[in-house]
């Protein structure tokens, strides 16, 4: 990851917050200094080599560091990892959506190895079961739950959740090549690959070569799913059933049951690049419902989380390139239907239409491919009944035939009130799905693409085109910010720049139905704040300005990288914010924070301090509750 | 006419003869004539084709053709391949030229005649007669009093002295078309006339639910459906919707971020939300074939008469449709073939109207834009964003924008 000065003043400001100065200080050495050894980081810290070593320690042991040992030389680097430092600030939300999606026992033993960094899986155990007699009263802070809270009572359950976790890659086993920048690994592995001995011709050929690399490569990628694998060949395919939404279901962790108790030497952490999948599942659904209502991004987050079962990282490695993505995956509306929260009503989030107005053929149009760019350009009518696709074809008829069918039933629903009809089983279930398919075609019709309908397997396949989707969803919250910056004149004229490439000045104005000087205005203002610039083409030598073109243009990376960058400033300035708050409030902080007045604050303190204690805490949740905001943005634009 | 203008015209053969001139001038009529019923351009060979010249005399019909361009009833072109053609003029516009007295006055006219309605500029006439300053302008002024010609103001250069034919009205290219009032862009004009596009693309691309929750239908002001098509059964299915979740919510504890997901849910248990639940748009199912054409809104646009005088074509209709998508407001769609338009975002739009409101904050039942995180707090909307550092002149340990949005009073 590339790291500007604003990211990682964050870091370094986050570690703070949550391990201290020491490790922070370390820290924002390595990152301006890049990888030293420990001698050089006592000279840029001016810190003796004990506080040193008790602060790289510290960075260790939550893996906010690649390290690494010459074989040759004996000399250990130690390096930042800004992509570790920078998710702890997830902390909250991965720890959000690990008890939405499987359950309080999980999350418990998620936060524990957040906490912990990475752990022995006896250190786990013994934590756990030393716990256990007093679990009806014990200070975790978190709540006091009773007995029937769901959290870990003994060492079966533990190993239960553990692998679970594991073979959901949500926990992944580290290992001392753990510690190792990729980057190095690569060129490790390519060095060695390429490196001829002495004498010996170079044989091989580059594509033969490419491939050893990326074989070594993807061998040291997956080390850390050793054990998911181990537990897969065990269990068989479990996690196929995963119930999503709410809640684990028991049976799955009973079906686990006689699983091999885990070796525990094996070391664990949490992984956040699976935690980032589901998160980014969680953000699309809201993307869904933003856009189209809250029921179909109901829909569009349990088809998410069946598409993404098997997805191991949003981006595909830089280095393995596309191979390290899965085939894409597909799910059959069978298969959405039977994980959809049953709570969730699909008749509602659509509205009715007369039959005649309803295109089946293309509304059910089935793409194999992801589109081009162009929605309504590309489209390019192909007819249905070419030679390819004459049997799909087939298919859409009598699907359409058939969802027109129902759609005519629950017309007639609508019409006769008095009748209930959700106790009439068979219909309901045949109307539910139907209408839980219409969600499915509304957001593949969608200009985002949230799905693409891929096939007519079990009532239609789906698919998602991750990369185009989050496209669209870097654009949205890009032009969310230029319109509310450069108001909606500002964001009429970038769109019509992302749309036409670069375009004459005088184009502008006519366009985009504008006074030529208020172009001007807005296009200088854009340009100043670099969103836009200009190219001059002379038309001849004499370079003058009557004689020149003036070529507008967005450029859409460079944006992009500096909105992110503005995010980093935002975030460490909200952080800022609070800690001069608390400054501001040491004093109270520090009463509240006695043994003896934790836990009734509102007794012991006067009435004038809880107030100011209490505004404080909504300060305090409002920055924080920003700074998770700005994070999600900066997932978008980063890491989704 | 025609005879006085044999009479004036000078016949460079011989003009000794007066049957000879008779013939030519009879000649002349009846070619000019004929050019008239044909068409428009003609090349030498398409005028002897005619048959009007006797024995297809090159020579005469050189003489004849000369002699109507002398008159301007001829005009004379010359193609890029180099071959000649000829056009005919109107006996009126003709005409004109008789009025011109002086030959600059001709030579001034012809061209402003050329340039038709984009007009010509004073520079352009000067550079390409190559006359004196003064010379020209006094055929100008001259012209102008004949009412020959009229200057005018081209939108593209506002600043240019240009003329142009008195008897036929700027093109435009030169008045900018429908949107320019005065040579001005009439920007409220274009405002309103967005809005009430804007209004009907979401009226006519969504789905208008009173969707009232059981709650509310208690209430009793839900009940009345705004539009003929929605039956009293959705406000039913709602509460019966409601009345299983209720059920499910007492059967199983529904995990909290569940229950949130739930909108029913919501609305039972939070007030705020349940305000959130007043009529609301729907998206219309997939397919669906009726969302509005440019061609429906240019109809639209003319039927109400909202933009009294101006005539929009469709691609004027189309310019604006194709701001508004710029502007993130409505989305094209193609549906069997056929590109139509619908509101973006349409979950959260509101079911007001967004023309012809008065209040001049101007946000109300307006467009539902998404706002970015980034620019609801201070940072985002910064004006000294790149100067803020920590030590420096402003930075958060005195920024004044934080205090406010933390609703603490400035000190």
Known sequence: MFVTKHAAELCALLVNDLYGELPSRILAALFTKGRSTITQLGLYTQLGPRQIRNGLGVLIQQNLLYHHTDADTKRTTYEANPDACYNLVRSGKILEMIESQYGKAERDLVQTLLLLGYARIAELTHAYVSRAPRSNGHANGNGVNGADSGLIESEAELHNVLSHLIRCEIIETVRPQSFRNPNDVYHEIEAEVTKTAPGEKATKTKIDQQRQIMEQYRAFKDQPKALKRQLDQFGGPVTKRRKLGNGLGEEDRAMEDDMPPLNPNVVVRVNYDKCLVELRSHRLASFAKDTLGEVTGEVYRTLLGLLTMDVSRCRADPFLGEESIAQQATATTMDVYEHLDESINVTTGIGKAPKDKIDYQSAEKIKTAPAGNDMINDDSDEDPSGPFDSDDSDDMGTKGSFSRRSRSVSKTNGARPTKVTFEDAATSTDNRLDQMRAHLLLLAESKHRFVRHCGTQGRGQWTVDFDQVMERLRETELDASIEQSFGRHGLRLTRILREKGKLDEKMLPSAALMKKTDVQAKMLAMQMAGLVDVQEVPKDNTRVANRTLFFWFFDRERSQAQILDDLYKAMVRALQTLQVERHRERNILSFVERKDVMGKEEEVMTAEHYNKYNRHLEEQNKLLGQVMRLDEMVSIFREY | ?411
């Open chain 2, 1 to 411: 006419m025609s005879t006085s203008a044999t009479g004036a015209g000078p016949s460079r053969a011989n003009g000794s003869s007066d049957a000879d001139s008779a013939k030519l001038a009879v000649l002349k009529e009846l070619l000019y004539e004929r050019c008239r019923e044909e068409g428009d351009m003609f090349s030498q060979d398409d005028l002897l084709r005619m048959e009007v010249i006797p024995n297809r005399d090159l020579l005469l019909l050189a003489r004849v053709v000369q002699s109507l361009s002398d008159d301007k009833l001829f005009i004379t072109m010359r193609e890029a391949s180099g071959q000649v053609l000829w056009k005919w003029r109107d006996k009126q516009e003709a005409h004109k030229y008789k009025q011109c007295t002086t030959d600059e006055q001709v030579m001034v006219y012809s061209l402003i005649d050329d340039s038709g309605g984009d007009g010509i500029w004073t520079q352009t006439l000067q550079k390409r007669l190559n006359m004196h300053d003064s010379v020209l302008k006094n055929a100008i002024k001259q012209l102008q009093a004949k009412g020959l010609i009229a200057p005018f103001k081209n939108v593209e250069h506002p600043n240019k002295k240009m003329y142009i034919k008195a008897s036929i009205r700027p093109s435009d290219r030169a008045t900018g078309g429908p949107w320019y009032t005065d040579q001005d862009l009439d920007e409220a004009f274009i405002e309103d006339l967005q809005r009430v596009v804007f209004d009907f693309i979401k009226r006519q691309s969504s789905y208008h639910s009173t969707h009232a929750g059981a709650a509310k239908a208690a209430h009793g002001h839900a009940q009345v459906p705004k539009k003929g098509i929605i039956k009293g059964g959705l406000s039913d299915a709602a509460a019966k919707g409601k009345k299983r979740d209720a059920t499910e919510m007492e059967a199983k504890p529904v995990a909290p971020t569940t229950a949130a997901k739930n909108p029913l849910a919501v609305s039972s248990s939070t007030a705020a939300a349940a305000s959130r639940r007043e009529p609301a748009l729907l998206p219309l199912p997939a397919g669906y074939m009726a969302y509005p054409t440019v061609r429906d809104i240019a109809r639209l646009l003319s039927s109400s008469g909202i933009t009294n005088n101006t005539i929009l074509s469709e691609g004027d209709v189309k310019k604006l449709v194709d701001v508004l998508v710029w502007d993130n407001l409505v989305e094209p769609i193609k549906v069997a073939g056929k590109v139509g338009y619908r509101v973006s975002r349409i979950a959260k739009q509101s079911v007001e109207s967004w023309a012809g409101r008065e209040d001049p904050s101007g946000r109300g039942g307006g467009p539902e834009l998404y706002i970015s995180p980034l620019t609801e707090a201070p940072c985002g909307r910064c004006p000294v964003f790149d100067l803020c550092e920590e030590g420096g002149p402003v930075g958060p340990s005195n920024c004044e924008y934080f205090k406010k949005w933390l609703g603490k009073e400035i000190f």
